[in-house]
């Protein structure tokens, strides 16, 4: 209770999930819905480091283009919006109180006015505590978060075929499950050995 929600190189490993699709995004989406992870409805939250904003503008305007509302940190804001990707401004968790024409970040993760939390961090970010405060209240109140920039890019393109129609297998099924659908012809083993 209390600590940060951020993975680490040893804790990568912990509680992993393997699926099969018929390609990667099918089979990512599969793994992390099978986590308990909601696919968000509506409204995300950006908020990255300075040397990854330039990565994240593909994969925030793919989902803009999928429906999204994005809300972003000052610094990820600005560089979106540079960059052509439509975003509100929302404030850093320690400025509350400080500007009231914007929304405060920590306000709408409370209020679930967000369906996912976008926050990736590397040694170089100077914004520790925000960081922290918007990654554990996440966590806290039950909101999907992204902390890795790989995944986010993976994510964006997985619900970007999600959303096309172009994933079709989503529904989990357990190995057992998935060998007693399978044909004698799709087997790699012959049915008389254990599998």
């Not at 940060?4 to 040893?10: A, F, H, R, S, T």
């Not at 994240?56 to 804001?77: D, R």
Request: glycine share 6%.
């Amino acid at each position: 209770r209390g600590s940060d929600p951020i993975l680490g190189v040893e804790m990568a490993s912990t509680g992993e999930v393997a699926c099969f699709g018929a390609n990667k995004e099918e089979a990512f989406l599969k793994a992390l819905l099978s986590t308990g992870f909601k696919m968000p409805k509506k409204n995300i939250l950006l908020s990255v480091q300075s040397s990854l904003e330039n990565d994240m503008t593909h994969s925030a305007y793919q989902l803009h283009e999928l429906g999204y509302n994005l809300f972003a940190t000052k610094a990820t804001g600005e560089v979106l919006q540079k960059n052509g990707v439509p975003c509100t401004i929302v404030g850093y968790p320690t400025e509350k109180g400080q500007n009231t024409e914007i929304p405060n970040a920590l306000d709408m993760i409370r209020e679930k006015d967000i369906c996912m939390v976008v926050n990736v961090p590397t040694y170089e970010s100077k914004r520790l505590e925000d960081n922290f405060l918007m990654r554990r209240t996440a966590v806290d109140f039950g909101i999907p978060l992204l902390t890795n920039m790989n995944l986010v890019k993976v994510f964006a393109d997985a619900a970007s075929k999600h959303v096309k129609g172009e994933l079709v297998g989503l529904d989990a099924q357990t190995l057992f499950e998935h060998y007693q659908s399978e044909t004698d012809e799709d087997a790699w083993t012959t049915p008389d050995e254990f599998h």
